[in-house]
């Protein structure tokens, strides 16, 4: 069934009828280019970000009253910008959510699923003149492989009907509906490897205790994380994973070198949200973001693992950088005071960014070197956008006055944007200050510290204060909340040995 099904494998999936500026395809592939660090293609970023999605820690367990669907996640994206990102809730599936949140704002949107959506969603999204859905090649939303082995079981049955009733409707509509995973260039694993383990997150960890092996850390959690997030998101049998492509209209994937390569760049995916997920551990009782001043009348904090669900939306971003050297990362979410329909509870997002040049500029067009290049007017500092600046830029929701805006963040903003961060409304900031009161040749970061018309929760080793007075319960569900313990027990032996 249909070539267009497969728009993989395909150096250039961004090569799309949207873009409306070719020098923009320079800078937008996992391409390395000499001298540079290499990027993570957007649609793979939009596929990680839909992925990390399905994780959500969500207040309740979802479980829909005669609903096969599983969890899910989703990233909503116009132009390249995301305007949305959602997950299933208790009563919708996270298509819904899109549909009752954007209605007919989808108009003409790109959307990445974490799962293939089921029938019930996809006529919705196809009516609403979406441009594209995009979907992650595992088990899809309505799982195929459960009770596979069972003819008579009724899950199985509806998950077979409903897949039918999703290529019936795939075939006929306008929108392009397909799999579109990027190759990875080969040093792009190494690279998000490397940048998460020298982090700012883990970097604190390291400045607080000399004597811990930090890269032992990270290694550690990241195990866990790639064993959980492969049981999750992949089909570790070969049989199983051709039934369920085969029964997605996804044969083409099924015959090889195709399938080996799909199953390859799967994996590959896996490894880099491992990596960057590991680069804020969960050491629960060790480690939280947390703030130095009585909470007052302010917000309350949001529960730990929301923040951390949330710095590391922030850490994916950061791997899409253009600075050759620091990759920054930050998402605004704001609690509304709508009703929970999505998954996310009352939080919707207001924005997200990276750091890079202005839009649309070329590779070596702007500076590329930091203070070792001796002439000030030929380093980097002055073109960067940097990653809040982006965020406030290209935000899709207004900041309102009597909402909790929260701006997360993988880096100390700096002095340039502390003033913007103060002005625009945000109430709170969670990042670390590792660099906070310093100055690095042409950036400094002396504001942030005196930035006291904001709450800041700052990333640090948790005290007996805070545990008395702030201590957010986490409410992460599944998978997540077993590893939690089994890391929190390895932690404390870690950290107190
Ligand atoms: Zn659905
Ligand atoms: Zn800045």
Known sequence: MAASDSRWPCRDGEGNRSIPNVRETGVQTDAKVQGQEPRLSKSNLFTLLSLWMELFPKKEACQREND????????????????????????????????????????????????????????????????????????????????????ADSGHQEALLDATAAERLKSNSRPHICVLLQPLDSTMLQSVDQTSQTCDFLG?????????????????????????????????????????????????????????????????????????????????????????????????????????????QARLLACRTEDPKVGVGAVIWAEGKQSQCDGTGRLYLVGCGYNAYPVGSQYAEYPQMDHKQ???????????????????????????????????????????????????????????????????????????????SVQRFIWQQKSARHTSEQAALPTANGCMKRRDKETHFQCNKRLRS
């Open 204 to 312: 604190k960890i390291a400045a607080d205790n000399p004597t811990l092996d930090v890269a032992d850390v990270f290694r550690k959690e990241w195990w866990n994380n790639s064993g959980d997030f492969l049981e999750k998101f992949f089909i570790n049998d070969e049989e199983q994973h051709m039934y369920v492509l085969n029964k997605m209209g996804l044969e083409n994937f099924c015959v090889e070198p195709n399938f080996s390569n799909l199953r390859q760049h799967m994996r590959n995916l896996i490894r880099i949200l491992a990596s960057v997920a590991a680069s804020v551990p969960v050491l629960q009782d060790e480690y939280g973001f947390f703030t130095r001043e009585p909470l007052g009348t302010g917000s309350p904090a949001l529960p730990q693992d929301v923040i951390r669900h949330c710095v590391i």
């Open 374 to 452: 001796k002439e000030r007017q030929n380093r980097k500092y002055r073109y960067i956008l940097h990653a809040e600046q982006n965020a406030l830029t290209f935000r899709s929701a207004e900041i309102k006055e009597d909402e909790n805006t929260m701006l997360f963040v993988t880096k100390c903003p700096c002095d340039e944007c502390v003033p913007l961060i103060g002005c625009a409304g945000i109430k709170q900031i969670y990042t670390t200050d590792l660099d906070s009161n310093k100055v690095k040749h042409d950036i400094s970061y002396l504001r942030f510290d005196k930035l006291n």
């Open 68 to 151: 096969p669907a599983g969890d899910s996640g989703l990233v909503v994206v116009h132009e390249h910008r995301v305007l949305g990102l959602h997950c299933s809730s208790v009563q919708l599936h996270a298509g819904q959510v899109a549909v009752v949140k954007h209605g007919p704002r989808l108009k003409g949107c790109d959307l990445y699923f974490s799962r293939k959506p089921c029938s019930t969603c996809l006529k919705m999204l196809i009516n609403a003149g979406v441009n594209r859905i995009s979907y992650w090649p595992g088990d899809a939303e309505i799982g195929l492989l459960s009770g596979r082995r069972d003819p």
